[in-house]
């Protein structure tokens, strides 16, 4: 079974600094990896996957994270946060085969942007 | 379009009451899903349809029954509901591949649920 860890509960930057959000998984092989944003009373808003190919993904809003197979990471990363980019962040794993197909949710991560 | 609507947003309900959630989607995914979400929590699922049929229930109260009248339509009965039971649910769909591989979910914007 795939399991996914965000080591970290909150995060706090100021605007216009350079963000990186830790994710590592337990698996396997190689899984399907997923970022999701979700603001105060939201739903989840898909930021980027990462299902093959190019390890560094890009995606909405400037986001872009990179897949470290080594290092069993997938972390997310932005040059220069803005004060909107404050939520919650969460990183999930699903198999690509053979298995569950429900991905598994990290805890979150707490994204404070300070002015 | 990407996108999977819910209604209601929000939902106060006593104990007694039955209400509804409902949740719809126009991608042609054929695997829909519910979830429960407390605060600053991730969410945990609660049932899965593929091809309008039950195919996971998370061990999840009786008080809590699901429906998938067609491909687009996802509901959510409620009825006797607990205090403990007020989060949010969230509705998510994917196509849903054979073998069993995980793809993308596209989650709606939740009903904010309270129950008295």
């Known amino acids: 079974a795939q399991s996914v860890t965000q080591p970290d509960i909150h995060i706090t930057v100021s605007e216009g600094a350079s963000l990186e959000l830790r994710c590592n998984y337990s698996?396997?092989?190689?899984?399907?990896l997923f970022w999701y944003v979700q603001s105060p009373g939201q739903g989840l808003q898909l930021l980027l996957k990462?299902?093959?190919?190019?390890?560094l993904v890009q995606g909405i809003k400037g986001f872009e994270a990179e897949f470290k197979r080594s290092q069993s990471s997938f972390n997310l990363r932005k040059p220069s946060v803005h004060w909107s980019d404050a939520a919650e962040y969460f990183c999930?794993?699903?198999?690509?085969?053979?298995?569950?197909?429900?991905?598994?949710f990290g805890r979150g991560t707490s994204l404070i942007v300070h002015p | 379009d990407t996108e999977v609507t819910q209604t209601p947003k929000h939902l106060v309900m006593g104990m007694t009451n039955k209400k509804s959630l409902k949740c719809e989607q126009h991608?042609?995914?054929?695997?829909m899903y519910w979830y429960k979400q407390k605060a600053k929590k991730p969410p945990e699922l609660m049932f899965v349809?593929?091809?309008?049929?039950?195919?996971i229930n998370e061990s999840v109260p009786s008080r809590f029954s699901p429906e998938c009248p067609n491909s687009s339509l996802l509901n959510l009965h409620l009825h006797a509901l607990q205090p403990e039971d007020s989060a949010l649910y969230l509705c998510?769909?994917?196509?849903?591949?054979?073998?069993?591989?995980?793809?993308?979910?596209?989650f709606g914007p939740g009903t904010r649920l309270t129950v008295l």
């Open positions: 998510a769909s994917s196509h849903f591949r054979r073998g069993s591989s995980t793809d993308t979910q596209y």
């Open positions: 698996y396997g092989a190689t899984p399907y």
């Open positions: 990462y299902f093959s190919g190019d390890t």
């Open positions: 999930a794993v699903g198999p690509p085969s053979g298995g569950s197909y429900i991905p598994t």
């Open positions: 991608m042609g995914h054929r695997a």
């Open positions: 349809y593929s091809y309008e049929k039950l195919s």
